[in-house]
Nanobody, 123 residues
Framework: QVQLVESGGGLVQAGGSLRLSCAASGRTISSNGMGWFRQAPGKEREFIASISSSSTTRYADSVKGRFTISRDNAKNTVYLQMNSLKPEDTAVYYC?????????????????WGQGTQVTVSS
């Protein structure tokens, strides 16, 4: 049974940085695209970033230039480096494993999800 476990969330001031990690256990994720999504209270889950099996990346316009997704297949882990954080980045952040190898932005392309990690950015 493959599991995804996010970590690295927390409380940070606006302008600060956090690095989220998503560790997969039970099976390698090297052949899968991986994604990060977030959901703020009262809002729908939204795509943030994805990385293909060959490490091509894709970002939502709202985070482009501030967030960086990366992967370390040897550690079976995906990362999301978040810089220049804003209060509107406050949300629960989820990582997910795609059914495919590419950089999908639709949550329908993802079949395995982590439990989420809270990120709170204070103004």
């Amino acid at each position: 049974q493959v599991q995804l476990v996010e970590s690295g969330g927390g409380l940070v001031q606006a302008g600060g940085s956090l690095r989220l990690s998503c560790a997969a256990s039970g099976r390698t994720i090297s052949s899968n695209g991986m994604g990060w999504f977030r959901q703020a209270p009262g809002k729908e889950r939204e795509f943030i970033a994805s990385i293909s099996s060959s490490s091509t990346t894709r970002y939502a316009d709202s985070v482009k230039g501030r967030f960086t997704i990366s992967r370390d297949n040897a550690k079976n882990t995906v990362y999301l480096q978040m810089n220049s954080l804003k209060p509107e980045d406050t949300a629960v952040y989820y990582c997910a494993r795609s059914y495919y190898i590419g950089t999908d932005s639709s949550d329908k392309s993802y079949g395995l999800w982590g439990q989420g990690t809270q990120v709170t950015v204070s103004s």
